[in-house]
């Protein structure tokens, strides 16, 4: 509860300085326009937008297992708290947010770090392992600064899922989904080129649904890495290019048909 409050707190003077500048409570908070012009937006099969922003570091190279990305006690740091308050955002989007929790103890999430409900952590599917952004409930004002760690949601329509200390931050604990701003700050990696990429299919109910669909996946696609896994509940069927590449994933999810699922463009690192 120390570390929560700290966070929590921390975060309470950006905000503060927000109604400085003219946002009541109740009101949507106004963070300051971005830097530059509106990059590139690419759609998704399932039309929701994702960014497509240059950061400053290096893109990551090599093949094999991704490394875990470290992160702060919390998510978030005093440091980064202080980024926010002082920079503008490199890129803005809207969309619906909602919130999960770990179907188990002691679930690591897919930055390779056990998922914690009390740090400020959020899944996003394509944004890079380790991004700061800041996530503003467009209907209240509420707002705070939160680290992608995990993937997700993967579910037609929604852009953000938040663990319950970021969902109660940005007031939709109890609501369970509302639309939000994400105010992206700093990324590890570029957003506009590079990283590794997969298309994520699913979820199927049954097992034997999405090992069929891993048969025929690996007979239409020879050349890429097919794998089907389970997740809670359900079954998933992933399907990696050669060298995880974007454009290829991409060109993947556009041919794929309806009738194979949902089809989600992920960034693995």
Known sequence: MERWSRVKWGWAGVAMALVAAGCGHHQTARLPAPQAAPPAVTTTTQGSEQPAVSATAPAATGAGRIAATPMPDGGVSDDDLQYVSSHDPIYSFEGDATWYRAPYKGRRAANGEVFDAEAMTAANRTLPMGTLIGVTNLKTGQTA?????????????????????????????????????????????????????????????????????????????????????????????????????????????????????????????
Do not use: N
Not at 239 to 268: C, F, M, N, W
């Open 145 to 269: 600064a939160m680290r992608v760690t995990d993937r997700g949601p993967f579910v037609p329509g929604r852009i953000i899922d938040l663990s319950p200390a970021s969902a109660k931050a940005v007031g939709i604990y109890w609501s369970g989904m509302a639309r939000v701003r994400i105010d992206v700050y700093r990324s590890p990696k570029p957003l506009d080129h590079g990283g590794r990429w997969c298309v994520q299919i699913g979820a199927f109910t049954s097992e034997r649904k999405a090992e069929k669909l891993k048969a025929e996946l690996l007979r239409k696609y020879p050349d890429s890495h097919v794998i089907e896994f389970s997740g809670e509940k359900s079954y998933w069927v992933r399907i990696r290019p050669e060298g995880d590449s974007r454009q290829e994933a991409e060109a993947i999810a556009r041919r794929l048909r309806p009738a194979e699922g949902d089809a989600y463009l992920t960034r693995l690192d």
